[in-house]
């Protein structure tokens, strides 16, 4: 049983027992390699959310038509990889357990890795639909295999070989890419192009759906760690999203990867929440 959020993303204020989707924070980003600040995304997306309308007009429906319930930031110990990586799958295995759909706010994309394990824990045959700029596939950085550079790596090994799939990737070292092509994941580069085969593939099964929002381009969202140029449109990823979540079986997910204080315009923010407030809604649809 978990306690409401005091400030919640706005139309999120169902009670526990009655919601469908429960969202959490993980503010963290104790591995960023390039430029820290994602710890403050979650509180950031949440706080600015009442900027926006609880209404789509995108899938004319409104969000408090559903039951969404706001659990809030975990406290996290910001020097700890390994303790913050346990509470994050401790909260996403109550979540799953009580038979809820566990929505998590990042955070650097290294905290997918917490949910991830108690995701594979309740659902064995697991699949990944994964929306990057990067492709997170080393197998260390800097001699650390627990690191944001090296969280779909570490997935990889929960999972095994073709249950992940990825697009928009357009970063990494060469290593990743040879690697990729091996067959250990299916990487769609650059685009999000490829996209409808892979949810004719992942028919029925459970999938676990995470996005790093640098998949956008940084003319869109300037406001994150490591900007690649040469990403999607705020309109493709909306569009890829709501597809993914109306068609496959999404059994959790995640949204990371907002470093705030990198665009004081606040439209980066403003463009994550909305980001989150149409997937809550595909979501619960």
Sequence with gaps: MLNKNIVTFIG????????????????????????PGTRFGSAAIRNESFGLETYSPYQDKELTEYCVFDSGDLELPMGSAKKSLEMIEERCRVILKDGKVPFM???????TLGSMRAAVEKYPELHIIHFDAHADLRD?????KESHACVMRRCWELVGDGKIYQFGIRSGDREEFLWAKEGHVT????????????IEALKGKPVYFTVDLDVLDPSVFPGTGTPEAG???FKELLDAIIKVCERCNVIGCDVNELSPHYDQSGVSTAVAGKIVREFLIALAK
Excluded: Q, W
């Excluded at 706010?105 to 905290?111: A, D, N, R, T, W």
């Excluded at 990487?187 to 892979?198: I, Q, S, V």
């Design 187 to 198: 990487m769609h580069p650059f685009d999000l192009n490829g996209l409808e085969d892979a």
């Design 231 to 233: 990403g999607v449109s």
């Design 140 to 144: 260390e950085y800097l001699d650390v």
């Design 105 to 111: 706010i990042g955070g650097e994309h290294l905290v």
């Design 12 to 35: 999120c204020e169902s009670e526990y027992e009655d919601a469908k989707i429960v969202l959490y924070g993980a503010p963290f980003d104790s591995t960023t390699s390039f430029r």
